[in-house]
């Protein structure tokens, strides 16, 4: 981790030496009493951490934050809820690359035991947007919005910008940077493709189609790719 984040209720309360940070901290910083590392709270100022002392099963620490986070670049996802292994992946990935939000919604032809997996239930998720805003040297993270159906995601964007959901089936054209005006809300389907009512719902509410080659790739490999490609437009 890059930047070692607290969330706002642990500042001033000892770290156990359990928690993984402790140990990056201590192990992989190599930072003992008196030493200095970069933190942050999450959603909140970056900033400079001091180990006050290490003992008891703890390690204390003083945070002074320096920095207010850069806003979040104005590219919303919607995607439909994939397996949970790569649902970490979108997760983690989109938190470094910094996206304003995800809305996963249920797809008529994704599989819909996916939405009981513990990483929503147990939390996990947010863990791994932690991480990703940490590899990227941020605090900020990306909105998490659960949603019934692709019309529900689809009423929950911005009215404004380009709408753009990638298709490797039915789309014409290729998705470039001068197709793309901010903010953007870019779609991905799931593994077995959008349905007919879906490609029609979409393309009703102002989202063109496009693709990103002749290569089928994963849904989290699609994310990361067409990410950049709208960031390349910020």
Do not use: C
């Amino acid at each position: 981790m890059n930047l070692v984040l607290f969330e706002a209720s642990e500042i001033g309360q000892p770290l156990p030496l359990a928690d993984p940070r402790a140990n990056h901290i201590l192990r992989v910083l190599r930072r003992g009493e008196g030493g200095v590392f970069d933190a942050g709270v999450v959603d909140g100022p970056r900033g400079k951490a001091t180990v006050v002392s290490v003992g008891g099963g703890h390690l204390a620490f003083t945070f002074e934050g320096t920095a207010e986070p850069p806003p979040a670049d104005a590219i919303d996802l919607v995607v439909a809820l994939p397996r949970p292994q790569t649902a970490r992946k979108i997760l983690n990935e989109a938190a470094s690359l910094g996206v304003a939000r995800i809305r996963f919604f249920r797809s008529e032809k994704g599989e819909p035991g996916y939405a009981s997996s513990t990483l929503w239930s147990s939390g996990e998720w947010r863990r791994h947007l932690v991480e990703g805003a940490a590899q990227a040297f941020d605090t900020r993270l990306p909105g998490v919005a659960h949603d019934a159906s692709l019309e529900e995601s689809i009423a929950g964007l911005p009215d404004s910008g380009s709408r753009i959901a990638l298709d490797n089936y039915e789309a014409a054209r290729r998705l470039v940077p001068e197709g793309v005006t901010l903010p953007v809300a870019l779609a991905f389907g799931p593994e077995r493709g959008w349905s007919a009512r879906e490609r029609e719902l979409l393309r009703s509410r102002g989202f063109s189609l496009a693709h990103l080659g002749s290569r089928v790739l994963r849904t989290e490999t699609a994310v990361v790719a067409a990410v950049a490609i709208a960031k390349a437009r910020s």
